[in-house]
């Protein structure tokens, strides 16, 4: 028979139910996209040359990368312009618009330093935060790298120097960049510059009536005229006054222009640049009632980019019906907007109006206001984290309380919040840890710590765990020190540092026994063993998991009793082979958690046992297990367990003969692991995905499968995901006739797995093995290979690896003449892949069949 056809018979025989899950929790990551431009304003007017200039100019420039720097005072209408530019133009470049604000000029922030952008916009294209290199230059690579042979557009609006801007360039032919900056971008070489001025008179006078919604008549026409000017013919000024206007109908436009008039002559000492957009400013500030005046003030001391009327309350102290009705009158006078419903931001020369009166407050007040902004992040972050996580208040902890506070009832709604508040909640935290409030840092990365951890960025989660190391260290808290060092370890895991996450869960431990909180060490035991397995030290994380295990009873945790249940089941899958001990673990933690009422740890249970089940070749139980797991994950919301059960669910369908199903299921979960970041769980994927094309015959496809988990694996330095990445890709090698390279390769996953300890893989790669020698004709070899592979499968009471190994061992039988021999070991693998419900059973069935009427 030919090699091939020999080789593609035997890649069902000889795939194996392995699966090495590590559990590493739910984690983050929130949804990237390629299309981030604002909407097009419905109120834009003029700009026509302007217009035709850039759309011209960047059709024109089709085979290189067109730069084009637009440059201007504040408020000239520069985003405006190259937002509509970019919506016109937005067909030509269909794989993608992204805007970009490089705050230059954004008040209470530094600009945007091109090193972070460049991350923000790799994460933009659905690179996984893992895979950003760390240098700015090696960024810039990977930006240029993933934008080759697209056509993508880039506003890079508020840009302080070329400096800033160069690194973010695209190298692909056919994109086009609009840089917006209040600088002449003179040394900028390569792009061609408009200076953007201040609109035509016929213009500025449109845009006033179109706002104002009003057709002046006979004297009107004159007063509109001198309000644009005044304005200086600024867009941003004529915006506010005209949208003034707008909703008070009734009132006269000469007057009102005199009124701006009177107002214009108070700012006389400001220069001629600003004096409009401040005079314009004054004016909507002075019509406002006290209150609406002071809530104005408050939110220019807000530190995030946006802000809800919770927010808006709790500066000014006031209720949230107060709130929404101030904050309505500041939208109608175009002082914020509302680019979301329910979220409200500041232009950032308003923001910097607002700030210049608050500085004018009595200290006291602003600092009552921002207290009271913390109080009602650092409670409602508290309220979700209880929520997400099923947690009971912890009394032991003062609770301040706030003026106001959104009613979060349910785990939706207390993500949905998280979510949405993800960036406010970091930049208070930051705000708090410059200004030295050691206690905000603590409470509000404690709060966020689970959501952070699993949905990211794990970049700043680190960091902000890091401040609150920092903060406690300087607090002389030395139990939040030791919860901090926990919260960024966990970070560290999700980041695949594992030796950095071993080093802080030794300090976390050694902080908690000295201050003899058993509760405390009992925890820092298991994240301590977490690291110590995933080091691949089996020994001492059993011996850590017992020590939490007997603490935990000991204390009457039966939340940590489980996990203990559950950290000790995984070492003795992994490490041990043992698959009944193992799953009985898995049950007596499960019960824990279904009678606590905890169906995010519940659902990462069953996925312990599906392994299990799995792996004792019980593949319907298995697979009950596995859709199980998936129902909870996705009624909770949890992207990353739903990957891990997809890529489950996969792995059993592939093992039942449902192969076609077993390929969409492994792609989902790749997909899903590949957007959260997941690297470990990726390279998983990747494994899952190789073993089925082994079974369908595309061995060249399992063999690409296999490089690329293993090149993840010694990146994690995961010795037994590379082990296993070996072996699959060895006997890809095998089946595509390459047997030096395939010895070589499994030979060295059998030296892993024997370093290791692991019976279970030996098992597997010594059948692999079998199999080569048996097609290199060397039957002697080939047959003590599978008898050991039989010997060791016994031994961890793994039936596929026991079926596998018996049906290696016939084939040897027969083709050394022993034909009865061969019949009884072939009808004992044939019994059990029958028992187990293997794909192997037809195919084993038909060839014994023929065996025994040959031998009749």
């Known amino acids: 028979m030919h090699i091939e056809a020999v080789a593609e018979g035997r890649a069902r025989q000889m795939i194996a139910g392995r699966d090495q899950t590590i559990y590493t929790g739910p984690v983050p990551a929130p949804a990237a996209t390629m299309y981030t431009l604002p909407r097009d304003v419905a109120t834009f007017t003029g700009r026509d040359a302007e217009l035709q200039w850039l759309i011209a100019a960047a059709t024109r420039a089709s085979d290189l990368v067109a730069v084009y720097a637009i440059d201007g005072m504040p408020g000239v209408g520069k985003t405006a312009l190259v937002n509509r530019a970019a919506h016109l133009l937005a067909e030509f470049f269909p794989d993608g618009q992204l805007f970009v604000n490089l705050h230059a000029h954004t008040p209470g922030r530094r600009p945007a330093d091109p ?83 201040t609109l035509p008179p016929v213009q500025a006078f449109e845009l006033f009536t179109r706002i104002a919604h009003r057709t002046p008549v006979g004297p009107e026409n004159d007063a509109v005229a001198d309000v644009a000017e005044r304005c200086g013919h600024l867009p941003l000024a004529i915006a506010l006054l005209a949208g003034r206007l707008a909703h008070h109908p009734t009132w006269d436009i000469v007057a009102f222009a005199d009124v701006f008039a009177t107002a214009q002559d108070r700012l006389g000492e400001l220069e001629a640049g600003d004096r409009a957009v401040t005079a314009a400013f004054d004016l909507s500030y002075r019509a406002l009632s006290s209150d609406q005046q002071r809530l104005f003030r408050r939110l220019g001391l807000h530190p995030g980019s946006d802000f809800d009327a919770y927010a808006a309350a709790a500066l000014d102290g006031i209720s949230l019906t107060q709130a929404r009705r101030h904050l309505h009158a500041l939208y109608a006078d175009h002082l914020i907007d509302e680019p979301a419903l329910g979220r409200h931001r500041m232009h950032d020369l308003v923001r910097v109006y607002a700030q210049s009166l608050a500085r004018q407050d009595p200290p006291d007040e602003r600092d009552c206001g921002l207290a009271r902004l913390w109080t009602h992040y650092q409670n409602t972050a508290e309220t979700a984290d209880r929520l997400i996580n099923n947690r009971r208040v912890d009394n032991t902890v003062p609770v301040v309380t706030s003026n106001v506070t959104p009613n979060l009832v349910n785990r939706d709604e ?37 959501f952070l951890s699993q949905e990211g960025p794990w970049d700043q989660a680190a960091a902000l765990h890091e401040a609150a190391v920092s903060a406690a260290h300087h607090a002389g808290d030395r139990l939040a020190q030791a919860d901090a060092l926990q919260n960024l370890a966990g970070i560290q895991f999700k980041l695949g540092a594992y030796s950095v996450a071993e080093e802080l869960a030794e300090q976390a431990l050694t902080l908690c026994r000295s201050l003899g909180n058993r509760h405390r060490e009992a925890m820092a035991l298991l994240t301590l063993s977490r690291a110590r397995r995933l080091t691949g030290n089996y020994k001492a994380a059993a011996g850590l998991a017992e020590q939490a295990l007997v603490l935990n009873r000991s204390l009457g945790n039966r939340h940590g009793e489980a996990a203990a249940l559950r950290a000790q089941g995984l070492i003795r899958r992994i490490a041990y082979g043992e698959y ?39 593949y319907s139980t298995a697979a009950d297990l596995a859709e199980q797991t998936l129902v909870l994950y996705r009624a909770l919301d949890n992207r990353a367990g739903e990957a891990d059960a997809l890529r489950g ?85 095998h089946l595509s006739g390459e047997y030096s390279a395939a010895a070589d390769l499994l030979e060295q996953s059998r030296a892993l797995f024997r370093h290791f300890g692991d019976d279970h893989g030996q098992a597997e790669v010594l059948t692999c093995i079998g199999a080569l020698l048996l097609d290199s004709a060397e039957m002697p070899k080939a047959l003590a290979a599978y008898r050991q592979a039989l010997q060791l499968a016994r031994k961890v009471h793994s039936p596929l690896d026991e079926a596998q190994a018996l049906e290696g061992a016939a084939r040897c039988q027969i083709d050394a003449g022993r034909r009865h021999a061969a019949i009884i070991d072939l009808s004992a693998a044939l019994a059990i892949y029958q028992h187990i419900g293997a794909a192997e059973a037809a195919s084993v069935k038909v060839y014994l069949s023929a065996l025994q009427e040959s031998f009749l």
């Not at 508020?158 to 400096?163: G, I, N, P, Q």
């Not at 993500?415 to 509000?444: H, K, M, P």
């Not at 799953?583 to 996925?607: H, K």
Request: include cysteine; aromatic fraction near 4%; charge should be neutral.
């Open 580 to 618: 009944e001990a193992a799953a009985a673990l898995a049950e007596q933690a499960l019960a824990l958690y279904r009678a606590l009422g905890d169906p995010l740890s519940e659902a990462g249970t069953l996925s312990d046992l599906r392994v299990m089940r799995q792996l004792l070749g019980e």
């Open 414 to 450: 207390a993500l949905t919040w998280l979510r949405t508040e993800r960036s406010n909640l970091l930049a208070c935290a930051n705000y708090c840890a410059i200004v030295g409030q050691d206690f905000r840092v603590i409470r509000l990365a404690g709060a966020v710590a689970s």
């Open 115 to 197: 090193h972070d952008v460049l991350a923000d916009l790799l994460a933009c294209t659905g690179m996984p935060p893992c895979e950003i290199p760390e240098s700015t230059e090696g960024r810039a690579q990977r930006w240029r790298g993933r934008l080759a042979g697209k056509k993508v557009l880039l506003i890079l609006d508020d840009a302080a120097e070329h400096a800033q801007v160069e690194p973010l360039l695209p190298g692909a032919a056919g994109c086009l960049v609009l840089v917006t900056s209040r600088r002449r971008l003179i040394a900028f070489d390569g792009a061609e510059s408009l200076a953007l001025a």
């Open 649 to 733: 669910l996969s792995l059993v369908r592939g093992l039942s003969g449902k192969y076609l199903e077993a390929v969409d299921l492994a792609e989902q979960a790749l997909v899903l692991y590949r957007s959260l970041g997941n690297r470990h769980g990726e390279a998983e994927a990747l494994q899952a995905l190789g073993r089925v094309r082994v079974m369908t015959g595309k061995f060249q496809e399992a063999a690409d499968l296999a490089r690329q988990a293993r090149v993840i694996y010694q990146a994690l330095d995961f010795g037994h995901g590379e082990a296993n990445a070996l072996r699959l890709l060895g006997q890809a090698r």
